[in-house]
């Protein structure tokens, strides 16, 4: 693995670090924009700036130009990603969902004219996903799902519920899992659709998480009739579709870029924070515990770019991701973790507070961490799949 930058990266991430800091609103700076909050001005100032992205094709870079992209390397997509979250860059989840997950899948699996409406939108910054794959009785084992699609001449019908979707409330579209043989076995009879979320029968109902947000939803399918050219992929055949997009989903190399941002400031704050004896700096377990952490953050950040390496020479990574995945969601959960027990009771506060110190960020952070290991896969699915197929041992 060489994981040295050439010097046309090297420019690229200059070229994005000087339009980073000239674009990104001081309003969206001045809010401080907790991990999954989401209220009708952020998302107005998000999708603004993701329309700007789109404009230089770094939106969706990756993507062939013909879909707004610029046909970027795995590597240079890294580079940006990195980049916009170190920077603290508007971003909601529609960014990383439709132009990280959704769009990468449809173009390894859609048909032409499927790319061209789908990807296409989404790389202009034109069409918002929302993800509909938790079912009451289905999270962790996805292929329980048990939404019916019949078909029905030039139309399927669609018939059940999905939960924790997020995004439904603001999303055009629906990357959907469905059931569309249910004497198959549970891996055979699944098939994937895009569903238009202003379709009749479609309810969309508010569930608001621990933070007090209102991110996901849970959304009712009652007889929704979806065209048959809305299928990705091969019918019955989705859980192979499925699993593309999963192992986008888990490839997360913005993350240890944002963890290394709150790094810093914590470095910052116990360096400028009176403690016992001078500042918090001074207490030797504080300097090794955030020690400890950027260099854990570091070892996140290569195993990342492991994922993205293989990328590049056209390997197909498999626990490769669920490493990367697990390690930094472990490590996300332990930094919040340690970064209250620095700042103490003022941890708890919200950035409503006056006397909340990094407006607020910990107590969001501490929250919400505990959905990276449970997105995506749960951190014991990761294990699975890491002993399965990276250690070849048997099933349990």
């Not at 107005?44 to 939106?59: H, S």
């Not at 990094?358 to 990276?372: M, N, Q, T, V």
Request: hydrophobic share 40%.
């Amino acid at each position: 693995m060489d994981f040295r930058f050439t010097q046309e990266q090297e420019a690229l991430r200059q070229e994005v670090r000087d339009w980073l800091k000239k674009e990104i609103p001081a309003r969206w700076i001045e809010m401080g924009v907790a991990l999954w909050e989401d209220n009708d001005e952020i998302w107005a100032i998000a999708r603004d700036f993701e329309r700007k992205l789109a404009a230089k094709g770094w939106l969706a870079p990756g993507y062939p130009s013909r879909y707004g992209g610029i046909d970027a390397t795995p590597m240079e997509q890294a580079i940006l990603g990195e980049e916009k979250a170190y920077a603290g860059a508007p971003a909601m989840l529609s960014d990383v969902l439709a132009a990280g997950w959704v769009g990468p899948t449809i173009l390894l699996f859609g048909t032409d004219e499927q790319k061209e409406r789908y990807v296409g939108g989404i790389g202009r910054g034109k069409l918002v996903f929302c993800l509909g794959y938790s079912e009451p009785e289905a999270g962790s084992d996805l292929a329980a799902v048990q939404t019916l699609a019949v078909e029905d001449g030039d139309h399927y019908i669609i018939n059940g519920q999905k939960i924790f979707t997020s995004l439904a409330h603001r999303a055009d579209y629906c990357w959907m899992a469905t059931r569309t043989d249910r004497d198959a076995p549970k891996h055979k009879g699944i098939s994937m659709f895009v569903v238009d979320m202003k379709t009749p029968g479609i309810t969309v109902r508010p569930l608001v998480n621990m933070l007090g947000f209102h991110e996901f939803n849970e959304v009712f399918f009652d007889n929704v009739r979806v065209p048959k050219e809305n299928m990705v992929g091969e019918k019955n055949r989705g859980w192979y579709t499925l699993i593309a997009a999963l192992n986008f989903e888990r490839s997360v190399v913005y993350i240890p870029a944002a963890n290394r941002r709150l790094i810093e400031k914590l470095v910052s704050y116990a360096r400028e924070t009176p403690g016992e004896g001078g500042v918090l700096a001074d207490n030797p377990l504080v300097r090794h515990k955030l020690a400890e952490m950027a260099l854990e953050n570091e070892v996140c950040r290569l195993l990342c770019y492991r994922v993205v390496w293989m990328q590049t020479r056209g390997m197909i990574p498999a626990y490769e991701t669920s490493v990367s995945y697990l390690h930094t969601a472990e490590l996300t959960r332990r930094l919040a973790h340690i970064a209250m027990e620095m700042l103490g009771l003022y941890g708890q506060l919200d950035k409503s507070s006056t006397w909340a110190p990094l407006k607020g960020a910990i107590k969001s952070l501490c929250l919400g961490a505990l959905g990276l290991g449970i997105g995506g896969g749960t951190n014991e699915i990761q294990r699975n799949l890491i002993a399965t197929i990276g250690l070849g041992l048997p099933r349990g």
